[in-house]
């Protein structure tokens, strides 16, 4: 019998020792080429299973897991920060956007910075990374206007990393999480896919 777990879906599933931003750029992948390369870069599983799993020939398996180290080249962390660190800039941030401070925001924010929104195909958002501090304040800084006191936002641990939710009138819109280079942000990685989000507020509210 198949273990369940070797199909593309339940590799999906059990993918939790990934981050949850690889995770998000995972998902940018075909449903193909993300089963290929969790197959074969995290479960170490030789190209005949690769193929055997998900109904291709090792040569196309091979081409799906070339294509896919290839945009996901770079998308890992690039800096070594401590948890410390990270937890205080992400604790002003939360803190700058709750008062609606476009200036601290801007200034916890890196000059390239870049902003990646995941929808899921079922709510409205970027379909391109949004690049540039300045742009990626403005947006935070203009949903803080459009929301005032409804807009709420915590940090929480997510697959063993912080993470911010954001809620608006008490329910979950969003999460964040960040890459930071010891000083700024330099990429954000937002989930507002509402299957998602779901499972998550089921666990930390705002249902």
């Known amino acids: ?31 193909e080429a993300r089963a ?18 998900i109904g291709k020939t090792k040569a196309a398996c091979r081409q799906l897991v070339s294509r896919a180290r290839a945009q996901l080249r770079d998308t890992r962390p690039r800096y ?3 948890r410390e660190t990270h937890l205080r800039l992400l604790q002003m941030f939360v803190q700058a956007l709750h008062r609606g401070d476009f ?23 970027f379909p391109h990374p949004l690049a540039g501090g300045r742009r990626i304040a403005q947006l935070f800084y203009a949903t803080h206007l459009r929301h005032g ?16 939710l954001c809620y608006i009138e008490g329910k979950l819109k969003s999460t964040h999480t960040f890459e930071t280079d010891g000083e700024r942000v330099v990429r954000i990685l937002v989930q507002r896919n509402p299957d998602k989000l779901a499972r998550i507020a089921a666990a930390y509210g705002g249902v």
């Open 103 to 125: 200036h601290a925001i801007r200034a916890l924010l890196a000059d390239d910075a870049v902003l990646i929104a995941d929808g899921g195909g079922k709510v409205s958002c």
């Open 1 to 31: 019998m198949t273990d369940p777990s070797a199909t593309p879906q339940g590799i999906g599933e059990r993918a939790d020792e990934v981050s949850v931003a690889f995770m998000m750029l995972l998902e940018r992948l075909t449903p």
């Open 149 to 164: 006191n409804e807009l709420s936002a915590r940090l929480v641990m997510l697959n063993d990393q912080w993470a911010m």
């Open 36 to 53: 290929a390369f969790l197959l074969r870069e995290i479960f170490d599983a030789d190209y005949d299973e690769v193929a055997r799993t």
């Open 80 to 82: 070594a920060v401590s």
